[in-house]
């Protein structure tokens, strides 16, 4: 089970990539013809703030819990008896677990809304947000599998992460 979470948040972590890639190109593309041709790409600041980096902010979230690499600050913890450290890290994994989920299932409610009622933001162009919602949902699962699958390995290994 701990393999698929991995291949799955690593695959989610790809298509981040992915985004980022063409963040990177279309930023490119659209200071070049400013530069180059006076000329612009029209929503570069639209796609920019409402795709990529929105894609790419949630969709990483659970490739970074599974490195371990989230902000922790266990300047005490390190401190205690490694089995009252092993129980504050499967009692911060099940609050983890609460709040990732409730944030899933709150987020999925939101997108399933948003793309019933093709929920657009206000441009001088029609410019649908609807399938930038979608990304929420699947970076908490994607979390949310990885807080499951380290806390699994923690408590097989009888040793905080």
Not at 56 to 64: A, H
Request: glycine share 6%.
């Amino acid at each position: 089970m701990q393999s698929l979470i991995h291949w799955i948040n690593r695959a989610i972590m790809m298509f981040a990539c992915l985004f980022m890639l063409l963040m990177m190109g279309h930023i490119t593309a659209d200071v070049a013809l400013r530069f180059f041709f006076n000329g612009r790409l029209i929503g570069t600041l639209e796609i920019v703030s409402y795709y990529y980096m929105v894609v790419i902010v949630f969709l990483s979230l659970g490739y970074v819990e599974l490195r371990g690499e989230h902000i922790r600050v266990d300047l005490f913890a390190q401190m205690m008896p490694h089995a009252v450290q092993l129980g504050l890290y499967v009692f911060a994994c099940t609050l983890g677990l609460i709040f990732f989920g409730m944030l899933g299932w709150q987020t999925l409610q939101d997108a399933i809304s948003a793309t019933a009622r093709s929920e657009e933001a206000m441009s001088n162009y029609t410019f649908y947000i609807w399938p930038a919602r979608w990304a929420l949902p699947l970076g908490f699962a994607g979390i949310w599998l990885a807080i499951l699958s380290n806390l699994l390995k923690s408590v097989a290994t009888r040793r905080a992460l």
